[in-house]
T-cell receptor
Framework: NAGVTQTPKFRILKIGQSMTLQCAQD?????MYWYRQDPGMGLKLIYY???????DKGEVPNGYNVSRSTTEYFPLRLELAAPSQTSVYFC????????????????FGEGSRLTVL | QKEVEQNSGPLSVPEGAIASLNCTYS??????FFWYRQYSGKSPELIMSIYSNGDKEDGRFTAQLNKASQYVSLLIRDSQPSDSATYLCAVKSGAGGTSYGKLTFGQGTILTVHP
């Protein structure tokens, strides 16, 4: 059982470039999230999704876009990369509220470390 | 804006001592509270969850919740060098169906347990 898988693990971008961080989960979770973590800081929510075709902004959505065409995949798109987007990005998932498997726990991927120069 | 505050530390304790980590939150309707441990370069992993006032014990870990004071704490008894990590406090606000599982995280407390 792979859980939440993120790719790439590391990436260096030049200012103005674009890229997509991939996230896949095999637990059939309805809820998925993208967080970013800056050095010495907690996690900030970028975007989240409650199911295929449904996404919404989190606390820090500017400069990012997401899509959710299937339950399994939740890619994060960075357009026109800026140095302020240098961070570690975590994708996470959880079961839908009300399901017996929902304990409130988020299941995290291993993270994607992005540097914008 | 919902906020979760922690002392960033670092908190240094000797091996075998009790480590006490604290967290306050601003949203009074918060329902669920979590402590995640994050080793350097790794992703957060859940170690404790607590939903009602009082204490909850799991092995060497005890979580304490006081909703009136909007305060959550984590005690680690018999601290070990392997407990050295960043501890993140996380809060879920609103009823389960309206929060969509979103967590608000504190900035984390760095704990160092020295032999």
């Amino acid at each position: 059982n792979a859980g939440v898988t993120q790719t790439p693990k590391f990436r260096i971008l030049k200012i103005g470039q674009s890229m997509t961080l991939q996230c896949a989960q095999d637990m059939n979770h309805n809820y998925m999230y993208w967080y970013r973590q800056d050095p010495g800081m907690g996690l900030k929510l970028i975007y989240y999704s409650v199911g295929a075709g449904i996404t919404d902004k989190g606390e820090v959505p500017n400069g990012y876009n997401v899509s959710r065409s299937t339950t399994e995949y939740f890619p994060l798109r960075l357009e026109l990369a800026a140095p302020s987007q240098t961070s570690v990005y975590f994708c996470a998932s959880s079961p839908q509220a009300g399901k017996s498997t929902n304990t409130g726990e988020l299941f995290f991927g291993e993270g994607s470390r992005l540097t914008v120069l | 804006q919902k906020e979760v505050e922690q002392n960033s530390g670092p908190l240094s304790v000797p091996e075998g001592a009790i480590a006490s980590l604290n967290c306050t939150y601003s949203d009074r309707v918060s329902q669920s509270f979590f402590w995640y441990r994050q080793y350097s370069g790794k992703s957060p992993e859940l170690i404790m969850s607590i939903y009602s006032n009082g204490d909850k014990e799991d092995g060497r870990f005890t979580a304490q919740l006081n909703k009136a004071s909007q305060y959550v704490s984590l005690l680690i008894r018999d601290s070990q060098p392997s407990d050295s990590a960043t501890y993140l406090c996380a809060v879920k606000s609103g009823a389960g169906g309206t929060s969509y599982g979103k967590l608000t995280f504190g900035q984390g407390t760095i704990l160092t347990v020295h032999p």
